[in-house]
């Protein structure tokens, strides 16, 4: 109740259904970061890294638990669908809301494209008698019905895929485990620190390719207002799956990174074909493990992971189109299955075209993730941005831990992070931010310029609220 009368202060009708347990949270977040995500980018991140894999992937859990942090302070400030957007326009301005908006669009929007391509390259290589075409058309139709039909039909959907996830993770790390242990690879610490190959912008360059097993944690903010027991739920959701999903990858890749065949070899040429980690496994265990990390990898990309990155995006297109800085058919929601249904649908049409046009180039998957991890930690940015200024400037916190220390020690490791990304990424990803100026600037000739409902100043009673 608390939560729709939240709505009602900011003018929003609450449209969504309230279906989510903490443990469909818990879930939503696990299956969209994919506990098994690092099998498909081991290669990349092994060779950026120096062979320094877990390093990175650690370095990555403490980067993003100071996002989260801060997403659990905006997100109980504003309790509403929207994440990025919605903090940095509530909290700094509407027009710095609409660019956020505009530059996750890079994450949420491309997310689910590459995530299609990626399983359904791998599908292919499994069995080439379907084209990746017939895999993408596949993927796409289950998900989209799915997420059609209703948001607890996602959450059932999901919880099942989730399981047969971590069961193919359980017997990876003990067969792995068990390999290690009987003499075959080497037991060594270099996965965390090799003093031959460490530098920090080495290491800094891995994690921001490895922040892609990571992205799907900030996308539980996206079901605010669909979520029972409201935005404390959310903050803990978030931190209990990243820090889950990074212990998790850290296991996977220390042990994997124990297993490459020729090291000297992947870190050289590092990992074109991506069956680095699938090599690994055929050392502990031959053929038969290997076959089943890939196809684990490749299911679990093309169902869930892009069943609950579409619900995400649908979201934000949803929390943008209603406040019309998107186009308003976006913001219709199914009467009868409580769901945003048209963006739901521009979602899966748009990930089927994305994907089958990065499916025609040889660079298709390396350009979509390289777009879709700066658009994800530029958005960090501005919302460890938001933090201090909502908080200690608009209604003079003085809790410094939780609004400047916090915010600004995520927003300095992200900084570096990004400074230090693939170059490439750089240049299309602010390419990208320029065209969100020109369409901002649209919008301010066209007499629609960015405003959000139930912008007041906070009151008294707010701010003791914020503080606490």
């Known amino acids: 109740m608390f939560e729709q009368d939240e709505l009602a202060r900011y003018g929003y009708r609450p449209e969504l259904s309230r279906q989510l347990r903490f443990r469909d949270l818990i879930a939503y977040g696990l299956v969209y970061m994919v506990p098994i995500a690092p099998m498909a980018i081991f290669g990349s991140v092994y060779a950026g890294s120096g062979g320094m894999v877990a390093l990175a992937y650690a370095i990555g859990v403490v980067a993003l638990v100071f996002t989260a942090f801060s997403y659990a302070q905006m997100v109980r400030a504003f309790p509403m669908s929207g994440s990025v957007y919605n903090y940095a326009g509530r909290g700094i301005s509407p027009p710095v809301g609409f660019l956020a908006g505009w530059v996750i669009l890079l994450d949420y929007v491309l997310v689910p494209g590459l995530l299609y391509l990626v399983a359904s390259v791998a599908m292919h290589a499994t069995v080439p008698a379907v084209a990746v075409w017939l895999w993408l ?170 069943m609950v990155a579409q619900v995400a995006t649908s979201r934000l297109l949803y929390a943008m189109a209603r406040d019309r800085q998107l186009p308003a058919f976006l913001a219709k929601v199914s009467i009868r299955r409580n769901v945003p249904i048209n963006a739901t649908l521009l979602t899966g049409a748009v990930s089927l075209a994305l ?76 390419a990208w931010l320029a065209l969100g100026v020109v369409v901002l600037a649209g919008l301010y000739l066209s007499g629609r310029r960015p405003a959000l409902s139930g912008l007041a100043p906070a009151t008294s009673q707010q701010r003791d609220v914020e503080r606490v």
């Open 137 to 306: 058309l596949g993927f796409v139709a289950v998900n989209t019905v799915v997420n059609s039909v209703g948001i607890r039909m996602t959450a059932v959907v999901t919880r099942v895929m989730l399981v047969g996830e971590l069961i193919v993770l359980a017997i990876f790390i003990a067969v792995a485990g068990w390999a290690i242990a009987s003499g075959k690879g080497r037991f060594s610490w270099e996965a965390f620190y090799n003093p031959d190959t460490f530098t920090w912008s080495v290491v800094a360059g891995a994690v921001s390719i490895a922040v892609l097993s990571f992205l799907g944690f900030d996308g539980i903010s996206m079901l605010a207002e669909e979520a029972k027991g409201g935005s404390r739920q959310i903050g803990r959701a978030m931190a209990a799956v990243l820090i889950l999903a990074g212990v998790l990858f850290i296991a996977q890749t220390w042990l994997a990174a124990m297993l490459v065949p020729t090291p000297p070899g992947l870190l050289a040429v590092g990992d074109p074909n991506g069956t680095a980690f699938y090599d690994a496994a055929q050392v502990a265990g031959g053929s038969w493990l290997a076959t089943l990390c890939a196809v684990a990898t490749a299911v679990a990309w093309g169902l869930p992971n892009s």
């Open 355 to 430: 994907g089958l046009y990065m499916a025609t180039r040889s660079d298709g998957i390396t350009l979509l993730s390289s777009l879709i991890n700066f658009g994800a930690m530029v958005a960090f940015l501005v919302l460890h941005v938001s933090v201090v200024v909502h908080h200690l400037i608009r209604t003079r916190s003085r809790n410094w831990w939780a609004h400047l220390v916090m915010p600004a020690v995520g927003f300095a490791i992200l900084a570096y992070v990004v400074v230090n990304a693939n170059i490439a990424a750089q240049r299309l990803g602010l």
